[in-house]
């Protein structure tokens, strides 16, 4: 998705001043949220600069969240996670993606369930909530059954705080369009993409929030599992049987 632009850590007088502007526009602000790439990735000491220019600048926020990837956790140790909570860190977004071996290793993620597991273990002992992102549909039609069923052993493991499902959307001009576009990747149907997430409803065991209201997803809903499980399952169960979506042959994405 990124693959013609380069990954850079921007010069820190550069952030403060973005962060000086920001307060001049922006009377009140409650949450902050670091983004573009994997934050995570910089230095710990930059980090903990702007974490605390930050907290002088918007006193009044009560939350500062973070794009990262469970890789970085890894390449971090423990007190440096710790040092960052400290500074201020409440949340942070990382792409799961998949449970599945496979599939993680087809996607180029550069991480496996094991490493997967050894991030989380490491940014939870820290106190740093986290919220997991992973794709319905990732993979295809083939591996649909192994990428859900690894994927959900994998979320009752690491416990996060919050996951957000997306069905998948082929972004133009990736391998994955290529693949699509000559028949080695075949997309899950629609209906897949719902048996999937009514898998993950019925065997996930954690207390975490459920943000499956994502645009791509066919049944949107949103709220604490355990408390919603049975509706959350309802309406999914519903689609299977009534949305004229699940007779489709292919699910329709959009590139966000």
């Not at 082929?170 to 719902?194: A, C, K, R, Y």
């Not at 975490?208 to 645009?215: E, K």
């Not at 049944?219 to 049975?230: A, C, H, I, P």
Request: proline residues 3%; aromatic residues 8%; hydrophobic residues 40%.
């Amino acid at each position: 998705m990124f693959s013609d632009k380069r990954f850079k850590v921007r010069d820190i007088e550069d952030v403060f001043k973005d962060i000086e502007e920001a307060r001049l526009i922006y009377p009140y602000v409650e949450s902050i949220f670091l983004i573009d790439g994997n934050v995570m990735a910089a230095r710990t000491d930059y980090l903990i600069k702007v974490l605390d220019k930050l907290r002088h600048t918007f006193p009044e926020s009560r939350k500062i969240s973070l794009y990262s990837g469970l890789n970085d956790f890894r390449r971090k140790s423990l007190s440096e996670l710790k040092e960052l909570k400290s500074a201020g860190l409440s949340m942070a977004y990382a792409g799961l993606e998949s449970g599945d071996p496979v599939v993680l290793d087809n996607i180029k993620k550069r991480m496996t369930p094991e490493q997967a597991i050894e991030g989380m273990a490491l940014v939870k002992e820290a106190g740093i909530e986290t919220l997991l992102s992973f794709i319905f549909g990732l993979g295809g039609c083939e591996r649909s059954r192994e990428h859900i069923v690894e994927t959900t052993r994998l979320l009752n493991i690491m416990k996060p705080e919050q996951i957000a499902p997306m069905a998948l959307a082929i972004q133009p001009g990736t391998i994955l369009e290529q693949q699509v576009n000559d028949g080695t990747f075949i997309m899950s149907t629609q209906l897949q993409i719902l048996e999937e997430e009514k898998y993950l409803l019925e065997n996930l065991n954690i207390d975490t929030f459920y943000w499956g209201d994502h645009g791509n997803n066919i049944v949107t809903q949103k709220g604490f599992l355990l408390d919603s499980r049975e509706q959350f399952l309802a309406k999914v169960n519903h689609a299977i049987t009534s949305n004229p979506m699940a007779k489709d042959s292919v699910i329709q994405t959009f590139a966000w």
